[in-house]
């Protein structure tokens, strides 16, 4: 019996090892390698240290052996809509939520989706890693045809193998992939469709709507050989003079918002990331909080901020309901109002009849 004991002991401790080393490869830390690419990029907004770093050992035993568990702190559920993909295929202009980062947009006919994650889990292996905590707001078969896919960096929870292999394979032809420079190489060899490298400001015109990578402070890596080798940001989608800003993931800049604003001119709908939290002092430097996310609108002077990149994923120590309550106090502490908290599912107009002029934003 007490041989027994020990077996299952160290059967605990191996999973326990192997489950750590893919919880860190789903926040991009640790792991597969990839080939290398001739750059490594660097942040040039912020305080000029890179965010890039290996968290402490003892927080990513604690973080596996919660995956083990399928321990998370009691939370509501998000709040859902039924997505009404004719009502969106009808407005010139709009996005919908469809959890953590992913957003679909459609623009000037277009259909895009932003930072594509429709699968079970964020980890380079289904099964371990963080697990879908809010189901898809409708099933990924359910698509319209997606013209173009935007990703922000190769961060697990932005880009899925998975879904992007079944996006290159949908019906009438794969889309185009557009991410940042050292990205091209791995949709090729992922999906069989070569992607197209961007800079920062760099711009891709389709008719009236027009995508350009704009710059973050943040990090890339899938893997112990590839950190930095891919361009990080965010997005700005346009369409006959209206505008979404798309952050991806980032940290907190002055500069950055600001010559975001001055290079871009009105952003008439800002979709900010506003989890993970907690620890603050690991997750604070390459994240916004839910505080930073509504301050982030002011500085851009955008008309309303959506939030994203909470409630689907257990990320961070806090409850997944605690970033929407937080933004919604910030918003209400700051006197800052069209901050929403979308419904999964949700449909949002990115319009401009209630959108100041730029030079008259506050």
């Known amino acids: ?22 919880a860190g490869l789903a926040l991009g830390h640790a792991g597969q390698g990839a080939p290398s690419v001739p750059a490594v990029h660097r942040n040039t907004y912020g305080s000029g240290v890179e965010p890039a770093r290996r968290l402490p050992l003892g927080y990513m035993l604690r973080r596996a052996w919660l995956q083990i568990t399928g321990t998370v702190p009691a939370a509501a559920p ?5 997505l009404d993909l004719q009502a ?12 953590h980062a992913t957003l679909l947009v459609r623009a000037g006919g277009l259909w895009m989706i932003l930072d ?7 980890a380079p292996v289904q099964g371990f890693g963080p697990a879908r905590r809010e189901a898809l707001p409708l099933a990924p078969e359910a698509l319209p045809h997606i013209d173009v896919v935007l990703v922000s960096h190769n961060h697990y929870d932005h880009l899925d ?4 292999r079944a996006l290159a394979m949908q019906k009438g032809g794969p889309p185009l992939f557009l991410a940042g420079s050292g990205s091209a190489g791995w949709f090729a060899r992922e999906t069989g469709t070569p992607g197209r490298d961007l800079q920062w400001w760099e711009q891709v015109q389709f008719g ?24 990080w940001g965010g997005w700005v989608v346009e369409h006959e003079g209206r505008r979404l800003y798309f952050a991806g993931d980032t940290g907190w800049s002055e500069a950055l918002f600001d010559d975001l604003r001055a290079r871009i001119g009105a952003v008439h709908l800002a979709a900010l990331p506003i989890a993970p939290v907690l620890p603050a002092h690991l997750m604070g430097r390459d994240h916004l909080s839910p505080a930073e996310a509504v301050q982030a609108q002011v500085r851009l002077h955008a008309c309303a901020g959506l939030a994203v990149h909470w409630g689907t994923f257990q990320l961070g120590d806090e409850p997944l309901d605690a970033p929407p309550r937080m933004a919604r106090e910030a918003a209400l502490a700051a006197g800052v109002t069209g901050f929403r908290i979308p419904a999964l599912g949700e449909v949002i107009r990115v319009e401009a009849d209630t959108c100041p002029r730029d030079e008259e934003s506050t």
Request: charged share 15%; net charge positive.
């Open 1 to 22: 019996m007490e041989r027994s004991g020990r077996g299952r002991g160290a059967a605990g401790a191996v999973l326990l090892v192997l489950v750590f080393g893919l």
């Open 78 to 82: 998000a709040p859902r809509l039924a």
């Open 88 to 99: 969106m295929a009808n407005e010139p202009f709009a996005v919908a939520w469809l959890g």
């Open 116 to 122: 594509p994650v429709l699968s079970p889990y964020v």
């Open 161 to 164: 193998r998975l879904t992007v």
């Open 208 to 231: 009236t709507t027009a995508v350009r990578f704009v710059p973050a402070l943040h990090f890339s890596g899938r893997g112990l050989g590839d950190q930095n080798r891919m361009l």
